[in-house]
């Protein structure tokens, strides 16, 4: 079991990888199809699979968005865009 979550972490942190490329790269439509992915997963995914989605994926690719001053409210679908929220809210940001 350890080895699988261990998996599914350094996949989810390859995705943010290849969301953040797309962005940096220009390539908006591929984001938002990486993002959209990311939510139908974060939607039916078991519960390893959200936590990573949540923990890694929504971290990375919102950090890297916020660091770079991208307005994230028009590429994050609605469902990863509350789990973004959350995030802020628990920080105290």
Do not use: D, W
């Amino acid at each position: 079991m350890k080895t699988q979550v261990t998996s599914i972490y350094k996949q989810a942190e390859r995705f943010a990888e290849i969301t953040k490329k797309s962005i940096i790269s220009g390539n908006i439509v591929r984001a938002k199809k990486c993002l959209a992915l990311a939510e139908r997963l974060f939607i039916t995914g078991s519960i390893e699979t959200k936590n990573a989605i949540s923990n890694v994926y929504v971290f990375s690719v919102s950090s890297f968005m916020e660091m770079r001053h991208c307005n994230i409210s028009h590429l994050f679908p609605q469902t990863l865009k509350a789990e973004y929220i959350k995030q802020v809210n628990a920080s105290g940001v």
